[in-house]
């Protein structure tokens, strides 16, 4: 068969995800593995701003291209950021240190077996990983009337 006697027929080819039930803890990796100009590995230690408080109401109520909702449930979606990881070092080794929150102000920092209270404008900016966990205010939409 020849080339111009091929008949192409052009195809809509659609990609779709649901969230079927959001999870309790929400982890956020960070992939800072890059390489420079010469192809070395390296790490990206950039600022990051996240949030002390992430709203993903967004997600629950947001539509795909046919209107349709993309969740299965009607839950709200707050998260409150509870930990975060970073990572110190180079691409072949390194060392991580955690940061646990203990209340608004107070941090735990982990760091093997120094552990020290810090506060929260000491946890840093340059996160490998972040948890969030759902906001203890956050209720059922059919509960909050």
């Known amino acids: 068969m020849s080339a111009d006697k091929i008949d192409l027929e052009k195809v809509i080819i659609q990609k779709k995800k649901l969230i079927m039930k959001p999870p309790k803890t929400l982890c956020i990796h960070f992939n800072r ?3 420079d100009m010469y192809g070395n590995q390296i790490i990206r230690r950039n600022s990051i ?5 992430l709203d993903l109401n967004i997600i629950r109520d947001g539509a795909d291209h046919e209107g349709k909702n ?6 709200d979606l707050k998260y409150k950021l509870c930990s ?5 070092g180079s691409p072949v080794f390194g060392h991580y240190i955690a940061a646990k929150r203990i209340d608004d102000e107070r941090w735990l920092r982990c760091n093997d077996n120094i552990i020290s209270t810090i506060n929260a404008d000491q946890v840093t900016d340059v996160p ?3 948890f969030y966990e759902k906001d203890n205010d956050a209720r ?3 509960e909050s009337g």
């Open 49 to 53: 701003k996240f949030p002390e408080h």
């Open 84 to 88: 975060v990881i970073e990572h110190r």
């Open 33 to 35: 593995l890059t390489c």
């Open 128 to 130: 490998y990983m972040l």
């Open 70 to 75: 993309c969740c299965t449930f009607d839950i």
């Open 140 to 142: 059922s939409l059919n």
